[in-house]
């Protein structure tokens, strides 16, 4: 539900509601979720970093990629995650280490 409301909510362009929407849908997984409920998690964290660039949340972004980055089972599945991670690291000022961090990722596709 909280995931509904949040796609609802980008939609809507209020990305402060969808940032607290995905983070309480993330405080709501169980403690075994990224085993038993993967996809779901999946979105949540990813959206979440997603949504913490556009409201200037860069530390939440770099807690939600790890998390993803922690838990994905394929490379393709952390996608998401970094590309909103470069993003947070633009939005700081540190563009070198977002161009750094960017052509990585490239590197590896």
């Known amino acids: 539900l909280c995931l509904s409301a949040g796609i609802k909510c980008v ?6 509601a969808a940032f607290q929407y995905f ?4 405080s709501l997984l169980g403690s075994n979720a990224w085993q038993s ?5 999946l979105e949540l964290h990813n959206s979440v970093a997603e949504v913490s660039n556009t409201i200037g949340a860069h530390e939440q972004n ?3 990629v790890e998390e993803v980055l922690a838990h994905a ?3 393709d599945d952390t996608l998401r995650a970094r590309a909103a991670k ?5 939005g700081s000022g540190e563009f070198h ?9 490239l590197e590896q596709l």
């Open 97 to 105: 280490e977002a161009l750094h961090e960017g052509l990585s990722i």
């Open 62 to 64: 770099f807690e939600h």
């Open 86 to 90: 470069v993003h947070a690291i633009g």
């Open 23 to 26: 983070t309480k849908g993330v």
């Open 11 to 16: 939609s809507m362009s209020n990305f402060r």
């Open 37 to 41: 409920q993967y996809s779901l998690c």
């Open 73 to 75: 089972r394929t490379f």
